[in-house]
């Protein structure tokens, strides 16, 4: 693999976990907003949430900030889970 070390390639895949299932707008994004904060670019984290206009909200976070949704996934109960780029 070109010089990379077991421990580079697990730490260029880790992601992280942001959980706001059973928070209501705009505590998910809040959340998501503070936990991305020292985060670097190219970070991958993953958002789950059940706020009915958390999804919406995220997107829109996205558009200002350039982070880019990579995808969308519902879970049970209501629950969705974002794939998340930082830009």
């Known amino acids: 693999m070109y010089g ?11 992601v992280h976990q942001i959980d706001a299932v059973g928070l209501v707008c705009p505590l998910p994004i809040l959340r998501f ?4 904060q ?3 670019s190219g ?3 993953e958002l789950l949430a059940d706020d009915p206009s958390g999804r919406r909200d995220l997107q829109l976070l996205c558009e200002l900030t350039g ?11 209501g629950v ?3 794939r ?3 830009a």
């Open 4 to 14: 990379l070390t077991d421990q580079s390639v697990s730490q260029q895949t880790e």
């Open 33 to 36: 907003k503070k936990r991305i």
């Open 38 to 40: 020292n985060l670097p």
């Open 43 to 45: 970070t991958q984290v």
């Open 67 to 77: 982070h880019r949704i990579e995808w969308v996934r519902e879970e049970d109960a």
């Open 80 to 82: 969705f889970r974002c």
């Open 84 to 86: 998340i780029c930082l």
